[in-house]
């Protein structure tokens, strides 16, 4: 781009933690030289902020609008005319308030393109329920907000492990219920989408968590293994798609397996998010693949119990900053590239009278047949189910 990056930050849940890891993210050395940070809050809340912090160099200025804010610069845009009072931990329906302003305002933003990605601060769910917010969370609204179709995906990742749910925010006891044959499909095709897409990997490797301890014991211990998953993960194969499974999830992870895949999918939320953060750390991000544009978020809640005493650490703010300016950098290249793709050539004879570009065969030039046909993802799995393949990523 001829100009840096501009990316909308939402101020969450004043009472909590958002202020203080977003500034924190915010002064680190060279942040304003790769984007332009438009922060959708309350200047008067970011200053209080700023000088808690005691962030002496950081300058933040006002902007009447995102579209207003100037290159390489820190901006508040005002999401109303008055800020609510801060209750540190405390939240009140005035600061829920304020939090889906934030939210509204940035999306707008982002459709008008004032902004070109998105990052979240941290809100409390309960608190923001209401006339204007009645979702489980930010992904969900997103989704309904976009309002053209977009099926979107929550992947928590960081620079080793990528996560992606069959089902997100849903009470256990509604989690068997929503693993189907099409959900599962979904989250394997949006994830194989997402890795080529959003972090540039080719050829990916999937790996797919079974629902049932020990993927089900063959049947002992539930049959949505054989029925569901399995079914599907041979219909992934059959397209091309390079996956495998269903792996029991505590050997999976305690065993090292993860480290052999580029993305796995999960079927519920603790089942994938769990170990993911016990991996990842601070340094996790949550990532809403599907949508037209990029958001992210750190991995963390509002933190209640610490707030407005300095003591959040903001490194998973300040990596989702980075890495959703990384996969629009990463759309764009990959956009650019797909747009005019090369002509397929076919190497079987045409029809009587129509002509067509050919090819010639590879077995005819080199007698080798089929076997050096290694790259169509047909046929991958035959090392067994759920081992991984050797595969040149």
């Known amino acids: 781009m001829s100009r840096p990056i501009r990316v909308g930050i ?29 922060l959708f809050g309350y200047y008067s809340v970011a200053e209080k902020c700023r000088k808690q912090l005691g962030l002496e160099d950081m300058k933040i200025q006002r902007a009447s609008s995102a579209s207003a804010a100037p290159d390489g610069k820190i901006s508040v845009v005002e999401v109303g005319r008055e800020a609510p009072e801060i209750t540190p931990g405390n939240p ?9 302003a934030a939210l509204e305002m940035a999306v707008n933003a982002l459709q008008d393109g004032a902004v070109d990605v998105l990052v979240t601060a941290p809100i409390c769910k309960e608190n923001v329920q209401g006339e204007g917010f009645n979702f489980p969370g930010h992904t969900e609204f997103l989704e309904n907000r976009i309002g053209d179709g977009a099926k979107v995906r929550m992947i928590l990742f960081d620079d080793f492990v990528r996560v992606a749910l069959v089902s997100t925010h849903l009470p256990i006891s509604k989690v068997a219920a929503a693993v189907t044959p099409e959900s599962v499909r979904d989250a394997i095709d949006s994830l194989n989408i997402s890795l080529k897409r959003d972090f540039g990997i080719v050829r990916p490797r999937i790996a797919v968590l079974s629902l ?52 796995i999918v999960a079927m519920y939320h603790d089942q994938g998010l769990a170990p993911f953060k016990t991996l990842a750390g601070e340094r ?22 610490i707030a407005w005493k300095g ?66 993802g047909k046929g991958e799995n035959k090392t067994g189910e759920g081992e991984p393949l050797e595969t040149e990523i």
């Open 212 to 263: 049932n301890p020990h993927a089900g014991d063959g049947g002992l211990l539930g049959s949505e293994e054989k029925e569901i998953i399995s079914p599907v993960i041979e219909a992934c194969r059959e397209d091309g798609i390079i996956v495998f499974g269903p792996f029991a999830a505590d050997g999976f992870f305690a065993l090292g397996d993860y480290r052999k895949f580029d993305g």
């Open 10 to 38: 939402t101020h969450g849940e004043i009472n909590g933690v958002g202020y203080e890891v977003i500034l924190k993210a915010l002064a680190e050395e060279g942040m304003t030289d790769i984007c332009t940070p438009v």
């Open 92 to 100: 009140t329906p005035e600061t829920g308030a304020s939090a889906v």
């Open 284 to 305: 996790g991000v949550n990532f809403t693949a599907g949508l037209p544009f990029v958001r992210t978020s750190p991995d963390h809640g509002t933190a209640f119990p």
């Open 311 to 376: 003591m959040a650490d903001a490194t998973s703010m300040r990596e989702a900053i980075y890495k959703a300016i990384d996969i629009f950098r990463r759309r764009e290249i990959y956009d650019e590239a797909s747009a005019n793709p090369l002509r397929k050539f076919v190497s079987d004879k045409p029809d009587k009278g129509e002509r067509q570009e050919r090819m010639p065969r590879k077995d005819k030039q080199d007698g080798n047949g089929d076997n050096n046909r290694n790259d169509s």
